[in-house]
């Protein structure tokens, strides 16, 4: 059974940093994509940032490209999202998501973890 479970949310100011883990389990994620998505309250949810598990090619939305980093950890099937310099905007429920490299759409999903910044 696959499993992704995110913890790291919680209330931070604005400026402030947060480092969101995803800890992965149940199948071999070697030929996957990793990604973030958020849903801020009223709105759809969107991506945010995304890693190829085998290469470690990333790629951003505008709006956390410079701020935002995705990374991973092969030995603890963790992937991790450093969010840096956080605003009102990055409120959101943050998602976890898997998808084969040769599929479009997300189809493993976490349960998410509430990040909530001050201003």
């Known amino acids: 059974q696959v499993q992704l479970v995110e913890s790291g949310g919680g209330l931070v100011q604005a400026g402030g940093s947060l480092r969101l883990s995803c800890a992965m389990s149940?199948?071999?994620?070697?030929?996957?994509?990793l990604g973030w998505h958020r849903q801020a309250p009223g709105k759809d949810r969107k991506f945010v940032a995304r890693?190829?598990?085998?290469?470690?090619?990333?790629l951003y939305a505008d709006s956390v490209k410079g701020r935002f980093t995705i990374s991973r950890d092969d030995a603890k099937n963790t992937v991790y999202l450093q969010m840096n310099d956080l605003n009102s905007e990055d409120t959101a429920v943050y998602y976890c998501?898997?998808?084969?490299?040769?599929?479009?759409?997300?189809?493993?999903w976490g349960r998410g973890t509430q990040v909530t910044v001050s201003s």
């Open positions: 890693i190829e598990w085998s290469s470690g090619s990333t």
């Open positions: 998501a898997a998808r084969r490299l040769d599929r479009d759409e997300y189809y493993y």
């Open positions: 149940g199948i071999s994620f070697a030929y996957y994509v």
